[in-house]
């Protein structure tokens, strides 16, 4: 059930506008859900790349993202596509299943792929009520590492992946540079 619609304007290419809009998209199981905001160019474009979804890091929420939306929708209204952020389940305003580890304490291997799973399986039933062919998956922290592990499991979904501080992606061990920032401080 949708809970709120607007809509943002841009003077981009073509009209430029996008409608917007927070609603929860249930899963299979009818007491899931993902709480999204939607916002879509009011005029798609055939040759539009595919949509950008957003995905947030741990304990956060897609409101996290709420200062890059004017840009991200003046970025859909432009290219005639879409922007998603999504809550992950269990997180910001997504419904909070239980979830119970049930591979033994010492099956690590068990018990990363029983947590990833819980995450990753919630997504591709979100992009499939969504009718998403591909995604553009830009994930922040948790959320980068969670994009990675869903690439790494439907990589026909994913168009391409964009991770901001990845969680859990270490660096190269070969590569002893300290990495330098884009931006200092007083930036």
Known sequence: VPRRSS???????????????????????SKHYLNTLS??????????????VLLHGYGAGLGFFFRNFPALAQWAGSRGSSVYAVDWLGMGRSSRPPFRVKAKRE??????????????DALE??????????????????????????????????????????AGVPRDPNNTTVPSRELTDDE
């Open 107 to 120: 099956d690590v291997p068990g018990r990363v792929a029983e947590a990833e799973s819980f995450f990753i």
């Open 39 to 52: 916002i879509k160019a009011t005029t798609p474009s055939q040759d539009s790349p595919p949509p950008a």
């Open 125 to 166: 039933e979100w992009r499939e009520k969504q009718g998403l062919d591909k995604m553009t998956l830009v994930g922040h922290s948790l959320g980068g590492y969670l994009s990675a592990a869903y690439a790494l499991r439907h990589p026909e979904r994913v168009h391409k992946l964009i991770l901001l501080s990845p």
């Open 7 to 29: 809509f943002f304007t841009s003077s981009s290419q073509g009209d430029g506008r996008v409608a917007s809009l927070s609603e929860k998209v249930t899963l299979r199981d």
